[in-house]
């Protein structure tokens, strides 16, 4: 009889043994899964070194900045490429077509929409024909034919006229941006992807012609950018630039604004 109790009292003290091996071995496996505190109930969270955390770019400014460049920095965005599925009309296909003709390298994006703002079938031009576009600017196809266009049939040749030189480089300061006209709270046209601004114009023969207003005796500076600017009236709704006002200092911008009157803003 004593040794049965013996044996059951054997048997409970390696039952006690192993339980509390298993409860041991529950506590490491967890520590190991958890970068959080056990005992305080904080939750884990990702410690690698790849941890980032990626912002969110929406909504309108409020101003146009003076500087277009300022809103590249500030706003800056990461552009989707077209599904291969997306439909689009006729009208963007004859566009594109049109692009086609006119030797302009562009890339298709997926739609665009914030908020107000947006562009249904937008395309990043990066070039037209050797001329390279710097940044790429992300536009309407209209926008990016219309401009095409003026760049082929009237800015090549008054470079050649002017300087006797081709165009190597056309920088941009503000292509497509959610933004309001500053002071009249109106969405501008960047916000439709229906506008560029033009800072500067860089030729083959390493003239690089600043668009902000010339000096008194910059003849030939001064000749090439009234070309520009009257030029560009028959191609675009809007054209403004230096003397305008303070915003439009150090740049043109172009656009195509459909207004009801046929009226074009030329200044």
């Known amino acids: 009889m004593a040794g049965i109790f013996a044996a059951v009292r054997q048997w409970r003290r390696m039952r006690t043994a192993v339980g509390g091996l298993a409860a041991g071995l529950a506590v490491v496996a967890l520590s190991a899964c958890n970068t959080g505190s056990v005992l305080s109930l904080e939750p884990a969270v990702d410690v690698g070194s790849q941890t980032a955390a990626v912002p969110q770019y929406a ?29 689009m009309p006729a009208s963007e296909t004859d566009c594109r077509q ?29 070039a037209i024909g050797n001329i390279q576009m710097k940044p790429a600017a992300t536009l309407t196809c209209d926008m990016a034919a219309t401009f095409a266009g003026w760049t082929k049939n009237e800015l090549v040749p008054s470079a050649h006229w002017r300087y006797f030189s081709g165009v190597k480089t056309i920088h941009q300061g503000s292509s497509y941006s959610c933004r309001r006209i500053a002071d009249e709270g109106v969405l501008s046209e960047h916000g439709k992807g229906n506008a560029l601004d033009v800072m500067s114009i860089e030729l083959n023969n390493g003239d690089d012609i600043d668009v902000r207003k010339p000096g008194l005796f910059a003849f030939r500076t001064r000749g090439f950018l009234n070309n520009v600017r009257a ?11 230096p003397g305008y006002n303070y915003d439009h200092r150090n740049h043109f911008h172009f656009d195509i604004k459909n207004r009801k009157s046929g009226y074009r803003a030329c200044r």
């Open 98 to 126: 049109q692009l086609r003709r006119l030797d302009v390298a562009f890339t298709d994006l997926a739609p665009i929409h914030e908020g107000q703002c947006g562009i249904d079938y937008p395309v990043k031009v990066s």
């Open 231 to 241: 030029d560009g009236c028959q191609y675009f709704t809007t054209v403004l630039g």
């Open 59 to 87: 909504g309108m400014q409020k101003l146009v900045p003076s500087n277009p460049y300022m809103t590249q920095a500030a706003y800056p965005r990461m552009d989707e490429p077209m599904s291969p599925v997306e439909q």
